[in-house]
Nanobody, 125 residues
Framework: QVQLVESGGGLVQAGDSLTLACAASGLTVSNYAMAWFREAPGKERELVAGISWGVGRPNYPTSTEGRFTISRDDAKNSVYLQMNSLKPEDTSVYYC??????????????????WGRGTQVTVSS
């Protein structure tokens, strides 16, 4: 059974940095595309960063590229999201996700079948 447990959320001020962690069990993160999504009240869930299986190539949408960095620690079977220059509009629940099948990269939300419970990030102005 796959379990993804996020940690590291909290309340920060605009311009601050925050790092989220996702500890995985039941799968080997290096064999799966992994990603972070976020969902704000009244908005659809959106991708904020993905990392490919194998070599761990990052993938970012325009909204987060240059500010967010996704990384992976294979020894700890964990994925991280470093968020810099945070803005109030980054306020959301952040979810860690694992692809539904190994050895395949697709960052559409429908390609992910395992999800954590989420961690709240609140950025005050």
């Amino acid at each position: 059974q796959v379990q993804l447990v996020e940690s590291g959320g909290g309340l920060v001020q605009a311009g601050d940095s925050l790092t989220l962690a996702c500890a995985a069990s039941g799968l080997t993160v290096s064999n799966y595309a992994m990603a972070w999504f976020r969902e704000a009240p009244g908005k659809e869930r959106e991708l904020v960063a993905g990392i490919s299986w194998g070599v761990g190539r990052p993938n970012y949408p325009t909204s987060t590229e240059g500010r967010f960095t996704i990384s992976r620690d294979d020894a700890k079977n964990s994925v991280y999201l470093q968020m810099n220059s945070l803005k109030p509009e980054d306020t959301s629940v952040y979810y860690c996700a694992a692809a539904s099948r190994p050895y395949f990269n697709n960052y559409a939300q429908r390609a992910f079948s395992s999800w954590g419970r989420g961690t709240q990030v609140t950025v005050s102005s």
